[in-house]
């Protein structure tokens, strides 16, 4: 029987207010509800499914919170330290609970949900935290061609499939893509009596972490195809077999590469994409590489009062940077709600050189205590050696040396912005590789 | 009489011959000319078979054999048992697609016993849930054609039709763009056709200016257009169940997973129907069968036409791209390949809210061979063009669908000329959706004038109920209703898919509608649960969860479409271990 | 003895080759010391952590995730596993709870990762 949770008692229909309204509660959602109570604000936390803890439940395995709590930690156990601190704090919790609309109301915004205790609900909150994570690329995203038949799955669905519902989605399972959620159910399936038949990456580099390549493929001796996609998938109910092709180096299927391989289903790691079409409506700036919403230091988006973090702003590959992103956003958004932003200034960072994408993307002139605040960024290429610079005015602001820099792992660093001069040009950040020559500067 | 007819099979002989066919022997058969003869490649068989028609015969049955080339036999059901055994009904239509469905309704109207016989795992499992969704205006069949008549009549039906059966009918009307300025010295010509045709609605000519003020995002190489306002759009699958859940609403029924095997006739009337789940009997027969009704023809004797089959595709966008275009926009090429029989497709804003690009067409060998390739994408993309917003990487889906295509290229839609009791209702492709409502009533009449015929007594069912409940969809409600929806049964208030919104509740009622989903597409059919831009990637497992508790199975049985399609092999931990070290 | 293996100590992923006999290991194609010791360690005893889930008897949650308490040999992963998708848990337990103890007698207790409610 599922249960609903709720701590306050509010009567049939009436409306309910509150200062921040965060919508999920994975990782990204804790961390912002705790940190937006803790910084006095009155918070709801909103939650489609029946618990919290968003993703994380089906991470069983470990390796989360080496940051955050200096211990390997397994997803649920992540997840629970988080829901402690939640349970600690006055946040109001709503589970079963669904976002349907999203507008502006006043200052502030004014949200309906539908859950099936309450029927339909409403709620005014000064700010919103998004953080409903992300959805998986599917196989129709990928432009995978041949018959439809039962057995493609993404490696998610897989996942959810094998650690909360107890099924194997197959036992002879083809991945596609090698993303870590795909490398990590490659040793899922092989634990739980299956043969992988291998794992194929249409990139010439592996896309998940090299310690999920060594952990869960070499260890148990999964073949990893790199430059070599799935081109056809064969079988007309359930998958039979698929057609894997090397590909050139602008991953075109090389034809006379192509080969058979029999296996009864199909895993796809191919990609995340941060979920923010709700937000679409009220006009919010989204970028183009991450997807998410274009924010600046405070996790704030280019629409006043609405925050992003987590995996809805930009796919971490650590939960622990996931939870600093919500940390930062709850607390931003709870001190937004008591003083006045609009009118400062935003400076957009304009990025260059061999970077992928930088979050911030901007840069709200403000006074704050904490001098340096956390920035994240990918690299486009792999580099041994890269220097990262923030230059405005010709100025250097802040330089930091990089080793082996690849665009699977995202990078953080701490920068002070209260260095930018907000009445300056458009501050540059560049990412160089540097030859070995520059060793010895 | 024979006189002529050898004259014009002199004419078919000689055509052939001309275009380089002199091995195809052609024949008379029942009114028809039979092809044989052997071929090299599956495009010259097409050829011969266009080459042979017109000639005024009543069909061409094209039975070249292909070198290398197996036209696959028909895919059957795993069910084998005898339900129907022993079983009498009045009238049985072989087919569940929109076509068997809209019979099966009108049928309804009479005090008769009807079936409806479909081989899938659920209905509008072929052409009629692989199509476009387009109410066509009428303007493109030639004049005089069945296809214009029906069309045109069927147009008309539409409106009536979605208010009785509660589905979701619009009438964005549809643009045909043109290619050049030279195409405005077709105005006139389009415009007797439209009144040759009987088309409704203002249509008219619209200059580059006038397009581009109506639809702001259409492409910069339009030399204007011509519009027709009568141009509408359904979800087919949702009309084809519409159409069933009413029919079974008064009295008919419908059989999945039965397939016709073979027909047994005494004295050139049909009296048994073999079927995989037993035999039964029937006073008439309709054939309904889609791709596959030329060798129903062929089970009663009655052969006069061959099917093959025209292979469409379409792409689904995001419903976040439906904004970006109002009218149903194609930009057809007048000088196009000779052996292509489409519309040349286009984009059309569905009533869900998407925008579908496409159908390609291409003559294929298979019937059933749903499978998409990257050409047929590629050439599919080719039409996004015709809007400056629409880009390939907010497709969410696409799939291909098969027209069941004849070589006279017009619906077969008449009784039996040897067998008494058979009526057929084939070769029907584009505009079949649109003109389904016109065919199914004069497809009931026909079959309630073989009954009477029969020495049956025929007559109106009393409490014939024209009206049927749509499955709510909460989405679209304002939210005071959709609050008390929820109150009322708190499964609507808790959201499986998220993309599309889709509850608990909605989702049961589709595993206990009229003609219930047994499948996963089943219920994504019926309530859009994984229909969204994630594919079903978060709702897949709520949704089987769902299903096995409603259907009473174990999760492991619960299929994607039927047949071996399920989704899950086993439980983990159930002696996979001893199983993969085989 | 010659192996090749990708070392994890960090993001750097050098390919390491260990010669020598397990008395005297030679370690190269590290860039830091780290290295060194990731090669010896992979070698002598490489440990993983075991994670998976056991079986339960609610029809909601029908699974529980658990792990050992501590990293095992890598040879013992699979004969740990066959003991544990033998367990069935019937109990109420919270996150930490110990549920095998000692499993195939590695020094590794099996124990909860989340909580579960045997009556909901």
Redesign the interface.
């Known amino acids: 029987?599922?249960r609903q949770y709720s701590k306050r008692q509010y009567k049939d229909g009436q409306r309910r207010c509150c200062d921040v309204v965060v919508i999920g509660s994975g990782p990204a959602g804790m961390a912002a509800a705790v940190s937006a109570a803790d910084a006095g604000a009155s918070v709801c936390m909103i939650e489609?499914e029946e618990k919290m803890g968003g993703i994380l439940?089906q991470c069983?395995?470990?390796g989360f919170g080496l940051i955050r709590f200096e211990e390997?930690l397994?997803?649920?156990?992540y997840s629970?330290r988080y829901q402690q601190m939640v349970n600690e704090r006055d946040i109001d919790f709503l589970n079963?609970t669904?976002l349907?609309k999203i507008e502006r109301s006043g200052k502030g915004f004014s949200l309906?949900f539908?859950?099936?205790?309450?029927?339909?609900i409403s709620i005014e909150a000064a700010s919103v935290v998004m953080a409903m994570g992300c959805?998986?690329r599917?196989?129709?995203?990928i432009?995978l061609?041949?018959?439809?038949?039962?057995?493609i799955f993404?490696a998610?669905?897989a996942q959810?499939?094998?650690?909360?519902?107890?099924?194997?989605?197959?036992?002879r399972p083809v991945i596609l893509g090698s993303g870590d959620i795909g490398l990590i159910m490659a040793r899922?399936f092989t634990?739980?009596?299956?043969?992988v038949r291998g794992v194929y990456e249409i990139a010439s580099l592996p896309s998940g972490?090299?310690?999920n390549?060594?952990?869960c493929l070499?260890?148990f001796d999964i073949p990893l195809h790199l430059n070599t996609t799935v081109?056809e998938v064969h079988g007309?109910?359930?998958v039979e077999a698929v057609t894997v092709c090397r590909v050139d180096e602008n991953r075109h299927p090389l034809q006379d590469t192509a080969r058979r391989i029999d296996c009864?289903?199909l895993i796809l790691s191919v990609g995340l994409i941060p979920e923010n079409?709700i937000l679409?409506p009220l006009g919010i700036e989204l970028d183009p590489v991450t997807r998410g919403p274009v924010v600046d230091q405070f996790m704030h988006s280019s629409c006043p009062g609405i925050f992003s973090c987590g995996n809805a702003l930009h796919v971490s590959d650590l939960v622990d940077y996931v939870s600093e992103s919500g940390h930062a956003a709850g607390k931003a958004a709870a001190e937004w709600t008591k003083s006045d932003l609009v009118g400062s200034r935003k400076l957009r960072l304009s990025a260059g050189g061999i970077i992928q994408y930088i979050v911030p993307q901007s840069i709200t002139e403000a006074e704050h205590e904490d001098s340096a605040l956390p920035v994240y960024f990918r690299p486009s290429v792999p580099a041994d050696r890269a220097e990262f610079l923030l230059k405005q005015s010709g100025r250097i602001l802040y330089k930091k040396r990089f080793?082996?820099l690849?665009p699977s792992?995202m990078q953080r660093l701490e920068i002070d912005f209260a260095r930018i001069d907000p009445e300056g040009e458009m501050p540059v950040v560049e990412l160089t590789a540097l030859g070995m020559e520059a060793d010895d500067e | 009489m024979i006189d002529k007819n050898t004259r014009k099979l002199k004419a078919v002989r000689k055509k052939l011959k001309k275009a380089g066919f002199p091995d195809v022997t052609s024949v008379e058969s029942n009114g028809a000319v039979l092809l044989t003869g052997n071929l090299d490649s599956w495009n010259d068989k097409v050829i011969a078979g266009y080459t042979a028609a017109g000639k005024g015969f009543r069909g061409i049955i094209n039975d070249i054999n292909v070198r290398g080339c197996d036209e696959p036999e028909m895919s059957m059901p795993l069910i084998k048992d005898e339900l129907l055994a022993g079983r009498s009904l009045d009238a049985v239509i072989v087919g569940g697609g929109v076509i068997g469905c809209a019979i099966a309704r009108e049928l309804s109207r009479q005090n008769i016993s009807i079936a409806v016989l479909e081989k899938e795992s659920d209905l509008a499992m072929q052409a009629s849930g692989r199509n476009d969704g387009m109410i066509h205006p009428g303007f493109a069949a030639s004049p005089g054609t069945k296809k214009a008549v029906y069309n045109i009549r069927g147009n008309r039906m539409y409106t009536k039709l979605a208010d009785e059966l509660d589905f979701d009918l619009k009438r964005p009307g549809s643009i045909l763009l043109f290619r050049s300025a030279w195409m405005k010295l077709m105005i006139p010509i389009f415009k007797l056709r439209c009144r040759n045709n009987r088309v409704d609605g203002r249509y008219r000519a619209m200059s580059a200016a006038e397009v581009k003020r109506i639809e702001p995002n259409v492409t910069e190489t339009q030399h204007g257009g011509f519009l027709l306002p009568s141009a509408g759009i359904v979800s087919p699958y949702r009309v084809t169940m519409a159409l069933a859940e009413n029919a079974v609403l008064n009295g008919a029924e419908i059989f999945l997973n039965t397939a016709v095997t073979s027909l047994s006739l005494t004295s050139q009337q049909i009296t048994e129907v073999h079927t995989n789940r037993g035999t039964l009997n029937c006073r008439v027969l309709i054939n309904a069968a889609g791709v596959w009704s030329d060798k129903l023809a062929e089970m009663a004797g009655d052969r006069f036409f061959s099917i093959h089959g025209r292979k469409g595709m379409e792409a689904i966008l995001d419903r976040s791209c439906g904004p970006l275009q109002n009218h149903i926009m194609g930009m057809p090429s007048l000088l196009g390949n000779k052996n292509s029989h489409s519309k040349g497709g286009g984009l059309v804003p569905c009533v869900e809210g998407n925008i579908l690009l496409g159908p390609t067409a291409e003559e294929v060998p298979e019937r059933e061979d749903y499978s998409t390739d990257s050409h047929t994408f590629s050439e599919l993309l080719g039409q996004l063009g015709l809007n400056n917003e629409l880009k390939a990487s907010q497709i969410i889906n696409y799939y291909s669908g098969i027209r069941a295509a004849n070589w006279e290229e017009d619906f077969i839609i008449e009784p039996s000329q040897r067998v008494s009791n058979l009526i057929h209702a084939a070769a029907i492709q584009s505009p079949g959706l649109a003109s389904a409502p016109a065919i199914a009533e004069d497809v009931a009449a026909f079959a309630v004038h073989a009954l009477k015929a029969g020495g049956m007594k025929v007559q109106p069912r009393a409490d014939f109920n024209p009206r049927r409940q749509a499955i709510p969809c909460l989405r679209e409600l304002g939210s005071e209703q959709r609050a008390r929806l929820i109150k009322r049964d708190p499964a609507y208030g808790e959201i499986m898919c998220r993309c599309e919104e889709v509850s608990k509740g909605e989702i049961r009622d589709a595993l206990r509608s009229k003609v219930p989903a047994t499948t996963v597409d089943g219920v994504k059919r019926r309530v859009r649960a994984g229909a969204g831009r994630c594919h079903g990637g978060f709702c897949l497992p709520r949704v089987i969860k769902i299903m096995a508790e409603e259907l009473g199975v174990p999760l492991t049985d619960v299929t994607k479409k039927g047949g071996e399609s399920r989704i899950l092999r086993c439980e983990t931990k159930e002696g996979a271990f001893d199983e993969a070290a085989v | 003895m010659n192996r090749t293996m990708t070392c994890i100590a960090c993001p750097r992923g050098c390919l390491l080759t260990v010669t020598g006999s397990n008395d005297n290991l030679e370690v190269s194609g590290y860039q830091c010391p780290r290295g060194i010791d990731y090669g010896r360690q992979e070698i002598l005893l490489p440990l993983r952590m075991l994670t998976t889930t056991v079986r339960t008897m609610s029809v909601e949650s029908p699974r529980l995730p658990v792990r050992l308490s501590t990293e095992v040999s890598k040879t013992r992963i699979f004969e740990c596993m066959s003991v544990i998708n033998h367990f069935t848990l019937n109990r109420s337990v919270k996150a930490g709870d110990v549920l095998i103890e000692d499993v195939c007698a590695t020094g590794a207790d099996l124990i909860a990762t989340g909580g579960f409610d045997n009556e909901g």
């Open positions: 029987m599922k489609r439940k069983i395995h470990d390997k397994t997803g649920p156990e629970w079963l669904f349907t309906e539908v859950n099936p205790a309450e029927a339909v959805r998986e599917t196989d129709r995203q432009f061609h041949g018959q439809r038949p039962a057995g993404t998610g669905q959810d499939f094998i650690n909360l519902k107890g099924f194997m989605p197959g036992k899922r634990l739980e009596g299956a043969s972490l090299t310690r390549v060594v952990q070499e260890d081109t007309r109910d359930r009864d289903c079409d679409i080793s082996y690849k792992e």
